[in-house]
């Protein structure tokens, strides 16, 4: 069937004064445009086209990009207001609306919102939300302590990044769990699940957790003694800050790193300093 806000692979049927016919398996049709034709396509081709509504709300084809698909999410330019909402640059002729009671917080021109696109259930219409925990939890959907994923980086927080995590839930990427990583809004990135909390909450980070980044930490810090001539001032009792600038690594990290080495007799301990031995 003909799916609103999705893209398909349909069949050119006929050929009428307006355009191409398009058809799907159950023999629905819909309109490509002349004006989105091309000379080389031929009755029977099958052609990938973006299925929305026009101007004057008609289902109609296109081969042309979308940003994103119903039930996806996205970061979007608002390129216009009026009085019944926002209207966000989706790639299409017809903007996307943000209706008010679907806003976070007031949208202006220029600026860009993560939402979710989706089918209006009231009129069918496509449209988008920035208030996205009203359709993926702030909670686990069946994710495990370190795993790999997908991250698209939402807006800041006082405490870091708001994560759509695999379209699946929301989650906070930490500032200090940000290591050697570009973090763009809008973007999307690796991450891994930091932790999942008691009450089902998802902190996240750039890096694994735990003891399969000591192995390279380590070497890191042994090379950055050797080089400082067996000395450096930093401890377990230096700054977050201080150890994320020279290691690009958590404290905790850190601990666990010079705890390795101090064990296998590396490295001197004091309470301001490490040392090498030699």
Same mark, same amino acid.
């Given at each position: 069937m003909i799916k609103l806000g999705k893209y398909q692979t349909l069949t050119i049927e006929r050929k009428v004064d307006f355009g191409f016919f398009l058809t799907c398996n159950e023999g629905e049709e819909v309109l490509l445009p002349n004006k989105y034709c091309q000379s080389s396509m031929n009755i029977g081709d099958s052609i990938e086209v973006f299925i929305y509504l026009d101007s004057e709300d008609r289902i109609t084809a296109i081969n042309k990009p979308a940003y994103a698909q119903v039930g996806d999410f996205v970061a979007l330019r608002c390129i216009d207001t009026n009085n019944v909402?926002?209207?966000?640059d989706w790639g299409l002729p017809k903007d996307l609306m943000v209706p008010f009671a679907e806003q976070r917080k007031t949208m202006e021109v220029d600026s860009r919102y993560l939402v979710y696109v989706y089918e209006n259930p009231v009129d069918g219409r496509i449209i988008a939300s920035s208030k996205l925990d009203k359709f993926i939890p702030e909670k686990s959907k069946g994710f495990t302590n370190n795993q790999e994923v997908e991250l698209l980086v939402g807006p800041k927080t006082d405490l870091g990044y708001k994560c759509v995590i695999e379209n699946r839930a929301l989650g906070i990427l930490f500032f200090d769990e940000v290591f050697n990583q570009d &973090?763009?809004?809008?973007? *999307? !990135?690796?991450?891994?699940?930091?932790? &999942?909390?008691?009450?089902? *909450? !998802?902190?996240?980070?750039?890096?694994?957790?735990?003891?399969?980044?000591?192995g390279p930490l380590a070497e890191k810090i042994l090379k950055m003694l050797a080089e400082n001539g067996g000395h450096m001032a930093v401890s377990d009792k230096s700054s977050p800050e201080l150890i994320r600038r020279l290691f690009a690594c958590s404290k905790r990290e850190f601990k666990m790193a010079i705890g390795s080495l101090y064990k296998q007799k590396k490295i001197l301990l004091t309470k301001t300093d490490i040392e090498l031995i030699k």
């Open positions: 909402g926002a209207f966000l &973090v763009t809004f809008g973007h *999307k !990135i690796k991450g891994f699940i930091k932790r &999942v909390r008691p009450d089902g *909450k !998802i902190d996240l980070s750039t890096r694994q957790q735990g003891y399969t980044t000591l």
